[in-house]
Every structure is written in C-alpha cells, then in structure tokens.
C-alpha cells in the first residue's frame, strides 16, 4: 500500500514538474514576443 | 532487465494501438507522430527541391528561357521558406520525437496531445502558403527574409505568407517547449544531464534557442502585419518607422535560426563516429560544453549578415570578432569527431559515409562563412553566389546530410528491416559528387561578381552556371533513391536480428528491441542499463 502511495506520490510530483517547466517556457516564449515589440515602440518613440 | 523489458514490450505492442485513420490525426504516440514529422519533411523536400530545379533550369542559360522574372523570384523565396520551416525543421523535430524518449528512457514525449497539436498546425501552415501561388500577384517574391518595405509590396500572398509564418512559429515553440519538458522530467532515474547522448543534448540546446527566437520572428511579422493593414508605421521610414530595425529584429532571429537547423546534426555525428569508429566519443563534456558555447555566440553575431547596410565602425569590428570566435568551439568539435576515429577500427556503412561527408563538407561552409565574416571582404562577397554557395554548403551537405545519417543510422531499429546497403551507398555517392557539382562553381561565381537572386546573367557566367545546374538536376534526380529506399526497406527488407543493430552502438535504443515496441520503456531501464549505454 505505502509502495503505491509513494509511487502516485512521484507521478504526481513528475506532473507538477512538467507543467511548471512547460509554462516556464511558454511564459518566457511570451516574454520573447512581446518584449521584441515593445523595445521597438520604445525605440522608435524616442 | 533490459531483455525482460523487451520481452514485455514486445507483448505490449500488439495492445492498445490504433488502427485506421484514427491512428494518425489523434496519434498521441512519439514514434507514429515522429514518423508524421519524417514523412512530411520528406514531402516538403521534395515540393522545395522542385522549386529549385525551376531556379537551375532557368539559370542553364544566359537569358529569360521558361519562366517569368517575378515568378523566379517567387521561387527563390518559396524554395528557402519550404526547406528551412518545412524540410529540415520537421525533418529534426521528427528525429526528436522518435529519438529523444527512446535515449532518456522515457515512455513518450511530456506532452502529448501538445505534441499531435504541433504536427497538425504544419499541413495547415504549408497548404496556406503554397497556395499563394495561385493568388492574384502569386506567391511571396521577396526574399525569405521578407525585408520591409518591399515584402509590404507583396499583393493578396502576404496575409496568407505572415500567417503561415505565425502558424509555424507556434508548432515550432510548442515542439520545443515539449523536448525541452521531456528532457528536464522524464530522464530514466540514473540518466543524468552528463550521461545524456550527444544527440539528446543538441536537441535540448536547439530547443532553447527555438523557444528564444521564434517569437522574435513572430513579433517582427505581427509587425509587418499591423504596418499593411492597421496603419501603423514600425518599419516605414514615412511615418518615422526605420526599415533597418527589421533587419536586425530578423537577424537577432535568423542566426541562431541557423543553429538551429544544424546543431542536431552535430549530435547526429557524435553518434554515429563513435559507433563506426568502435570508440567512445573523444572529449564528451568539451562538445557539450561547445555545443553551448555556439547557442550563446549565436545570439551576438547577428549584424555580419548586413555589414553593407551600414553600422558603426565599433559594431562592424564586434560583429567580425565575436563571428570568429564561433570558430573555436567548432573547431573543437570538428577536432574531437577526428580523434575519436583515430586508431578506430573504422567501416564505412552509409550513416558513416554520410557522417564524414558531413564533416568535410560542413567545414568547407564553416571557411567560407569564416570569409564572409571578415568586413572588408563582405563588402565585396554580399549578394553574390558566394553568399548562396556558402549557405548551402553549411545546409544541405550539413544538415540534409545530417538528416539522411541519421535517418541511416536508426532506420533499421525503427522498422525492424535492413536497408539496401548498395542502394543506400549509390545515394550517397551520387548525392556527394552532385552536390559538389552544385555548389562549389557558385563560389567561382560569387568571387566573379555575379550577384544573387537574379533570373538572368552576364554572358561570363554561362559555363559554371551550366555546370551548377547540372549538378542541380542530378542531385534532384539522385534523392528519388531516398523514399524508394526506405519504402523498399519497410516493405521488403532484411529482418534485423539483434537489438544492436550497428556492432559498435552505445545507447538506450540499442536495448530496445528492433523494430522499436510501441509502447517502449514503460518501465524505466535499470541504471546497469544506462551504463551500459554511456559510452563516454
């Protein structure tokens, strides 16, 4: 029982891994998107 | 442990895999979205390589002979855009999700339904853009650089080309996002960062730089988007916009772009040297490490694609030196992938004759590059078929090359078959000699001033034109042997015996039956295992 226990313990951990690495990325794609526009808006403003 | 897995897996195979139509447009599988990947790239291959058959039959002659000045252009643009988005970025996406679970002992890739999301998004993106070329003012014709403001010109193509860039930008973001989650999370207990196959690691920094510039590209076209339609003035110097600032938002995106197509080729190398030299790879860690140190250099070389539009002197002088810097850490590579056959016990199966190949003639691309990084002489190369020449020394006998090596090399553990082995060599010879014949006169063409993008010549120019073309068609012609090969292969082809297919192969997809099961390490393999499988 406590075998199965640990088990659903690392599958959910390696879960939560996944998705916080997936949306890390998916932020910092954004980030990359929207940054570039910005500094252009900024840049040609000045 | 690894045979019992096998054992196992092989009974595992025959549950739960879909059949029909069902199997492929909501295939969650790694390897049945791999092999979607490979067969569209090699599909994109073909309809991009026709495209420049239409460039070299034009240019045989001297003269306007078959098509129109604009529709050559058109297919100059179509061709780039075809073969760096549709070739050879699938083709690799699909060597990764074949090959990255398999290498980390891991069942399948982290996000799969992500995974099936990012291949459909290409049909879309590619039908949309080939079919600009039936719109009125045809396909986009303005370089695949889509310079501003003479893409804005572009007549009803340009919609339908920005959005097919955006739609391949997200399938390329999510492909990496997913290789870079499966690498970080699902590495088999005891797969360290250091004990991961080179290939793994090239894809995981190929996969950083996807997740850094594809969206630098987007934003520059969302761009290019709003200035046609909405008003606005980014990059129109009328409304106070700076059209050069495009160039150097495409270039932040376009160099590492470059690396992008060509580091996982690098892993594919590392591989296959020391499996057909019988040798560990020489100087594991350095070709990690310089495998990091080109991502980075990649991001800080950008302007040496447009010395001649004018920068500071500084910049000039920053943008050469830090270009040459990139040398080291390739040479670094180049000299490690020799030692490792030095005193190997060598054969020359076609994954190495491609390997080697790559190798002599990928540093034929590399010293030209080095060239056209030196300011002064730039000035004089810039658009001329020393640029063409040079480029497609680095893409096509690199990174086409490096597609085919790998698609050599693991074939036999993909469908459980052997291929031809002389049709497989007759491909490579014909394949190296053409591309040669392709080429190398466009450095003699370049250095005699005969620029880029052109339909029509100077008379001087005919002979090497003539000879280029020539080696156009019989490359063309000589990579029909390719799908008739692996269709051969899979239908007819010599039952494979053992799980290491190639005597001197080290890795986890070598314990793996052949074909590869369905359903693979759905328990992870044992560290023994993995040890046996780090052959560094």
Known sequence: ?46 | MAEQHAHAAEHADHDHKPHGWRRWVYATNHKDIGTMYLVFACTMFFIGGAMAMVIRLELFKPGLQFVDPQFFNSMTTMHALMMIFGAVMPAWTGLANWMVPLQVGAPDMALPRLNNFSFWILPFAFTLLLSSLFVPGGAPAGGWTMYPPLVLQNGASFPMLIFSIHLMGVSSILGAINVVVTILNLRAPGMSLLRMPLFVWTWLITAYLLIAVMPVLAGAVTMLLTDHFFGTTFFTAAGGGDPVMFQHIFWFFGHPEVYILILPAFGIVSEIIPTFSRKPLFGYEAMVYATASIAFLSFIVWAHHMFTVGMPLAAELFFMLSTMLIAIPTGVKVFNWTTTMFRGSLTFEPPMLFALAFLFLFSIGGFSGLMLAIVPADYQYQDTYFVVAHFHYVLVPGAIFGIMAGVYYWLPKWVGNMYDMTLAKWHFWLSTIFVNVLFFPQHFLGLAGMPRRIPDYAVQFTDWNMVSSIGGFGFGLSQLLFPYLIWKCVKHGEPVKSNRVWEGAHGLEWELPSPAPYHSWQEPPSDAVIARGAFH
């Open chain 1, 1 to 46: 029982m406590s075998t199965v226990l640990a088990q659903d313990y690392d599958a959910e951990k390696r879960k939560r891994g996944i998705r916080r690495t997936a949306i890390v990325f998916g932020l910092i794609a954004l980030f990359f998107y929207v940054g570039f526009m910005v500094l252009i808006v900024v840049k040609g403003s000045k």
